[in-house]
């Protein structure tokens, strides 16, 4: 059983284009995450949602768009892609305050935008 | 803000040599201390994590302790094998207005040679 699994795993998409990333979680975790890794391997939180409610929104440009159905199901929407796009996207959700910070990821989305 | 600084990589050691990876951190109040691994081609996995002052934690052969005088957890195993490459996140969580979050440092990517 794949604890938190997303999809696609490989995207490669066109300037200006608009693609959905998804990502789903079986463990019962009530807050749920996306992260950015650059090429550097440099990890950046992006969103947080706990319990569908949008918690932390860190600075993206408003092309990203979080939508959250269920508590269960986090997926990440991207307008007008941009070169500088380009990274591995990775959803990851913990369940506060059991978890103390402790979060599951998910293999990432690698996201080349061409 | 809070941040993590942990040493600039790559990092390569022959099997069965002592690591250490050093791992700063900044925080207000309390933060829970993680290390988590990156395997190629994979996601990130927690491999282990201290929640108070003087707590070690350890998993796997490596150890790291939470040090608040020194505000560190450096990361460190006394015999390193091969399957050990990786990339290695130092990182905190802390809890703001209720709202839980991983910052994470640069990661420091260790390459083991036979």
């Known amino acids: 059983d794949t604890a938190v699994s997303q999809t696609p795993k490989y995207l490669v998409t066109q300037m200006g284009n608009d693609k959905s990333i998804k990502c789903e979680q079986n463990l019962g975790h009530d807050t749920m995450y996306w992260y950015k890794q650059d090429s550097k391997k440099f990890l950046k939180i992006m969103f947080s949602?706990?319990?569908?409610?949008?918690?932390i929104n860190e600075t993206v440009p408003n092309r990203f768009s979080p939508k959250s159905p269920d508590k269960a199901h986090l997926n990440l929407h991207i307008n007008s892609l941009e070169l500088g796009d380009s990274a591995v996207y990775f959803c990851a959700s913990s369940h506060r305050p059991r978890s103390r910070g402790e979060a599951f990821f998910g293999q990432g989305t690698r996201l080349t935008v061409v | 803000g809070d941040s993590v600084t942990q040493m600039e990589g790559p990092v390569t050691l022959s099997e069965e040599a002592f690591l250490t990876i050093n791992c700063t951190y900044t925080a207000t109040g309390y933060p829970s201390l993680f290390w988590y691994v990156q395997y190629p081609g994979e996601g990130l996995q927690l491999l282990l994590k201290?929640?108070?002052?003087?707590d070690k934690g350890s998993n796997k052969g490596f150890e790291a302790t939470y040090r608040k005088e020194t505000t560190s957890f450096h990361l460190e195993k006394g015999s390193v094998q091969v399957s050990d490459s990786a990339v290695y996140f130092c990182?905190?969580?802390?809890?703001?207005?209720?709202?839980?979050?991983?910052?994470f440092g640069t990661g420091t990517r260790l390459t083991i040679i036979p």
């Open positions: 990182a905190l969580s802390t809890t703001n207005f209720g709202n839980e979050k991983l910052t």
């Open positions: 201290a929640t108070k002052a003087d």
């Open positions: 949602y706990n319990n569908k409610e949008l918690i």
